[in-house]
Nanobody
């Protein structure tokens, strides 16, 4: 059974940093599209960052480019999202997600099959 377990959320002031982690269980991770998504109260869920685990190619939403970095560990069992220069509008529940990649396609708009339960990020001004 595939499980994605997020951690690392919390409350920080604007301008601060957080690193989210996502541990992956129950799936071979060498050909996945994995990503971070977020949803704020009253807003639609949006893709934040994505990575193709087979080669490390990344994709970012325009709103986080230059501030967020998605990465994976060498064993491909943990996904990270380093978030710097945080803004109040980054406040949301952040979800880790994954799906099998077809033709190495992977971007923030990719449909995901597996989802974690989320970790809350709150940025105060």
């Amino acid at each position: 059974q595939v499980q994605l377990v997020e951690s690392g959320g919390g409350a920080v002031q604007a301008g601060g940093s957080l690193r989210l982690s996502c541990s992956v269980f129950g799936v071979i991770t060498s050909n996945l599209c994995m990503g971070w998504f977020r949803q704020a109260p009253g807003k639609e869920r949006e893709g934040v960052a994505a990575i193709y685990t087979g080669g490390g190619r990344t994709s970012y939403a325009d709103s986080v480019k230059g501030r967020f970095t998605i990465s994976q560990d060498s064993t491909l069992t943990t996904l990270y999202l380093q978030m710097n220069s945080l803004k109040p509008e980054d406040s949301a529940m952040y979800y880790c997600a994954a799906t099998y990649s077809i033709g190495e396609r992977c971007d923030v708009d990719s449909g995901m099959k597996y989802w974690g339960k989320g970790t809350l990020v709150t940025i105060s001004s």
